[in-house]
Nanobody
Framework: QVQLVESGGGLVQPGGSLRLSCAVS????????MGWYRQAPGKQRELVAT???????NYADSVKGRFTLSRDNAENTMYLQMNSLKPEDTAVYYC???????????????WGQGTQVTVSS
């Protein structure tokens, strides 16, 4: 019923930029919080950035000052602007949303399938 469509990943040189997007579809889904997580080879999945329904953002120390998380006016699409990319940013990036699913409005969270970001010269 609820689908997440991720886009924007790819190969970029160190110092370059990428913009990830995550679009949520589903007529009976009320979004609460959204976020991006990433998983590099041999490592656990880690928080990149989150944004609450009130617009409060939280960033991992490793990306603070370089990445910017935002939501569109309808609050159904999330963007992660990634600047000054480093090789250490190479990972599969996963979109996550939590909210309430109709018609019974139970709490649920969903994950995207992941998009590969590779930072290399």
């Amino acid at each position: 019923q609820v689908q997440l469509v991720e886009s924007g990943g790819g190969l970029v040189q160190p110092g370059g930029s990428l913009r990830l997007s995550c679009a949520v579809s589903g007529s009976e889904f009320a979004i609460n919080a959204m976020g991006w997580y990433r998983q590099a080879p041999g490592k656990q999945r880690e928080l990149v950035a989150t944004i609450t329904s009130g617009g409060s953002t939280n960033y991992a120390d490793s990306v603070k000052g370089r990445f910017t998380l935002s939501r569109d006016n309808a609050e159904n699409t999330m963007y992660l602007q990634m600047n000054s990319l480093k090789p250490e940013d190479t990972a599969v990036y996963y979109c996550n949303v939590d909210g309430w699913v109709g018609p019974n409005w139970y709490k649920e969270d969903y994950w995207g399938q992941g998009t590969q970001v590779t930072v290399s010269s």
